[in-house]
């Protein structure tokens, strides 16, 4: 094991960065308490008048006390439907809790976002939250208060694969893995809805305030022409005691929660995941110093191993291949205990044994070849992978093309897309084109995926895509034999440059 890393000079270009950077957190952080109030303060104070709580009430009393929750997709449709007047959290909050010491997967509808109406990217929220129950084998837990599907955008959201009826189907599919399910009725839970508590292994309801039907009074009176109110058609009482839908009839929030806390105690251990853990040790460095490395400027290069060095246990790592295919870096490591397989983009620029110079956070044919190699070792031996990225893409050029830099590229997405070890990917910076894809951007399975405050994500850099999209313009209209102005061209150029900017902000990719 090698010791990386050194002490940070707090320069002016460490103080400069650090400021930048922490702004960008201030800023995050704001925007995320605004997101927090959901529907709003006078939304929650309704909520509270009718005796419930607010999802994320809820889930601060469902998981253990002074423990943490990860909340996961905060910022889903963010400044998005906001001609229906937004939906904070796309109205559902989800992450993982510790209940009883045991890690549990919860989702909770936001009634006082459009009453927990499901927009389209809520159903697309949900079926994430699923999908880390399956992968991860976590039991899930659903707190449902919702009106149904939003429907002005029904057509978006009802009959295609990874729709509403998608939610369903893995209900059945995570019974058949044994993966336990527990909904807790809180609210109202209507049409196709009510089969999302009712397919999971037990169900309780709130009494007074929970209802689950196919069909409310509204549409039984439209369809059949009978009169019939919330509580004899769905209500707790109905449920529990006439219908058999429902297993247990609560009083209130409260003593719900508490139900599933008491249900989840006793449910037996399943089998330990087989990756190495020892005690976890602290860097050697302060891990808030990275705010004072991470340069503001994402065109300049710095030294991704000294961001690793206050990552990793002790500062500590087995570098792979070091002295070749320098552009990425490949090493064993431990983190928080853990053992790991490390694929990082080195950011620095770097000089072969030949004397030329390689751009950093460019992937090159070697660099390929080994991380290629690296991920199949890590797969060979059970470790983890984490993959840090700020990548521009893979190297460009005749001299490349001509080296085979697509064939070695294919190699990288390769082994990236058949690995089966756990992936965890961290954007800390750029991540453009296929360099995405073979740092193992989203749709190559990561169980995790996070983006820094300094993170963009693209087909390319804005820069080159804002000349590239001008050109092509400009070229279309000379072709019908309109000449465009230098002071026009700047023009449309800022034009070009400000929407595709906009689109390479961390919360517009977190919206989404």
Not at 104 to 125: E, H, L, Q
Request: aromatic share 8%; proline share 4%; glycine share 10%.
């Amino acid at each position: 094991m090698a010791v990386i890393g050194n002490e940070a000079k707090r320069d002016k270009n460490f103080l400069q960065f650090e400021e930048r950077n922490l702004a960008l957190v201030r800023e995050i952080e704001n925007k995320a308490a605004i997101v927090k109030l959901g529907g709003g303060m006078k939304a929650i104070e309704k909520l509270h008048g009718r005796g419930k709580l607010t999802a994320r009430e809820r889930i601060e009393k469902l998981i253990d006390p002074n423990s943490s929750f990860l909340e996961i997709g905060l910022f889903t449709a963010y400044k998005m439907y906001e001609e229906y007047g937004g939906a904070p959290s796309s109205g559902t909050v989800f992450g993982i809790g510790k209940i009883h010491g045991r890690d549990v997967v919860i989702v909770a509808n936001d009634a006082t976002v459009k009453a927990g109406a499901w927009f389209p990217i809520t159903c697309k929220k949900n079926l994430r939250a699923q999908e880390i129950s399956i992968e991860n084998r976590l039991p899930i837990v659903y707190l449902v208060d919702s009106a149904g599907v939003f429907l002005p955008l029904q057509n978006e959201i009802f009959p295609d694969k990874e729709h509403f009826g998608r939610i369903f189907r893995n209900n059945a599919v995570m019974s058949s893995m044994r993966i336990p399910q527990i909904a807790a009725i809180m609210g109202p839970c209507v049409a196709g809805g009510a089969y999302l508590p009712i397919m999971s292994d037990e169900a309780l309801i709130v009494n007074k305030t929970g209802s689950v039907f196919l069909a409310g009074p509204y549409l039984v009176k439209a369809a059949i022409g009978e009169d019939a109110d919330i509580e004899e058609l769905g209500g707790a009482e109905m449920h529990c005691e006439i219908s058999g839908v429902t297993d247990y009839k609560m009083d209130d929030d409260a003593s719900c929660l508490n139900q599933i806390r008491n249900l989840i105690s006793k449910f037996g251990r399943t089998e330990k995941a087989p990756f190495d853990r020892i005690g976890a040790k602290l860097p050697k460095f302060d891990a808030k110093e990275i705010y004072g490395l991470m340069p503001t400027d994402r065109s300049r290069p710095y030294d991704t191993y000294q961001i690793l060095s206050r990552i990793v246990d002790e500062s500590e790592i087995d570098e792979y291949k070091a002295g070749i295919g320098r552009t990425v870096i490949t090493a064993y490591a431990r983190i928080d205990g853990w053992a790991v397989g490390i694929v990082a983009n080195n950011r620095s620029l770097v000089k072969t044994k030949k004397g030329e110079l390689q751009i950093g956070g460019v992937i090159y044919s070697d660099s390929a070849d080994k991380a290629a190699r690296f991920i199949m070792n890590c797969n060979q031996k059970n470790i983890p992978l984490v993959f840090l990225q700020d990548v521009t893409g893979f190297m460009v050029g005749t001299r490349a093309e001509q080296g085979g830099i697509i064939k070695d590229g294919a190699k990288m997405v390769n082994a990236v897309a058949n690995s089966v070890v756990p992936k965890i990917t961290f954007i800390m910076g750029n991540s453009y084109g296929a360099g995405n894809y073979a740092m193992c951007g989203k749709a190559y399975d990561p169980r995790f995926i996070f983006g820094w405050t300094t993170a963009q994500i693209a087909v390319m850099g804005g820069k080159q895509a804002s000349e590239t999209l001008l050109s092509i313009r400009v070229q279309q209209m000379s072709a019908h034999g309109k000449e465009i102005p230098k002071e026009e061209q700047q023009k449309m150029l800022q034009e070009i440059a400000d929407k595709y900017n906009s689109e390479l902000d961390p919360l517009y990719a977190a919206a989404r």
